[in-house]
């Protein structure tokens, strides 16, 4: 399950593919602390065992270590992990995170592009130095990589600095046409550039750090979209999404989608109501 706290953000990347920046209403009445707790209630009793907190940037929310306070009590056993811009983490939240065994996942967007592709006048020298705390620190970053037309010449450098600075895994793809790039096609790239992009990232000197590439250049979920106009997109080499098989999202506001990408097919609230026959429900049950 991927929780997201907030719709708030101090970035603006514009290849953020939050759906609120599609569908603003998605991020009106945030749910507040006790409404996470009736969610991850809720994830216990449905079984959860991997549960992914984001936003937005989750860290802007001051409750956030009591969430993920309640979270460990309630699913004891359960993998839990926080998406973070990691702008507002220092050593000692390091350490917060380590002692709460919550692991930790941030997007390094670019090197000379880090300022263009946050949307922000930041320069990448900052995460890259967290990124190799938190590997001193034995807790290291899991690094996604999302390659635009503005940092595809950069990428593979992306790559090899995010591997030197300590990350413990790399997941690398193209950016998606959904959420604020809806408008930006012009960061698209085509199927040939991004097999060019895979073959520099494979050609680097071994560094000894697991990665992979998520070849989808749009969400096969979304049907409120036009496909995507990338000539070559049903060629091999595209997979289908994984992630629908076992897998759902929890917005700001407390609805549930069975996409990060898309709509919920029912605007069913998720709620729980204890002894009744809502309690019987699983999660796909709201799908
Ligand atoms: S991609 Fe992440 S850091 Fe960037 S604007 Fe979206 S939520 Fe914020």
Redesign the pocket.
């Known amino acids: 399950m991927t929780l997201e706290l907030t719709a708030k ?1 101090n ?3 514009p290849c ?1 593919y ?1 759906l609120w920046h599609e569908y603003p209403s998605l991020a009106e009445n945030e749910l507040d602390l006790d409404g996470w707790k009736a969610i991850l209630d809720k994830c216990a009793a449905d079984g959860v065992d991997d549960v992914l907190f984001t ?3 989750a860290t802007l929310r001051a409750d956030i270590f009591r969430i993920l306070d309640y979270a460990r009590r309630t699913l004891p056993g359960a993998r839990l992990s926080l998406f973070t ?1 990691a702008s507002r983490l220092d050593e000692s939240a390091l350490k917060k995170f380590r002692r709460r065994r919550v692991h930790l996942a941030t ?1 390094l967007q670019g090197l000379a592009t880090y300022g263009e592709m ?1 949307g922000t006048r930041r320069r990448c020298g900052r995460l890259l130095s967290l990124i190799a705390k938190a590997s001193e620190l034995g807790w290291p970053f899991a690094v996604s990589l999302t390659v635009t037309r503005a940092n595809m010449s950069e990428a593979a450098d992306m790559f090899a600095a995010a591997a030197l600075s300590g990350a413990e895994f790399i997941q690398a793809g193209p950016v998606m046409l959904g959420g604020r790039a809806v408008s930006r096609r012009d960061l698209a790239i085509g199927p040939d550039e991004w097999e060019k992009v895979k073959r520099e990232i494979r050609s680097l000197p071994d560094a000894r750090v697991p990665y992979t590439f998520c070849d989808e250049f749009a969400c096969d979920c979304r049907t409120d979209l036009p496909r995507v106009p990338l000539a070559k997109r049903e060629d091999a080499g595209r997979k289908p999404c994984q992630a629908g098989k076992a897998f759902g999202t929890v917005g700001p506001d407390g609805r549930y989608r069975t996409c990060l990408h898309a709509l919920p097919k029912k605007a069913a609230r998720f709620s729980v109501s204890r002894g009744s026959k809502k309690r019987k429900c699983t999660l796909a049950g709201f799908a």
């Open positions: 953000c970035f603006r990347c953020c939050c936003g937005g940037e811009n997007s946050t």
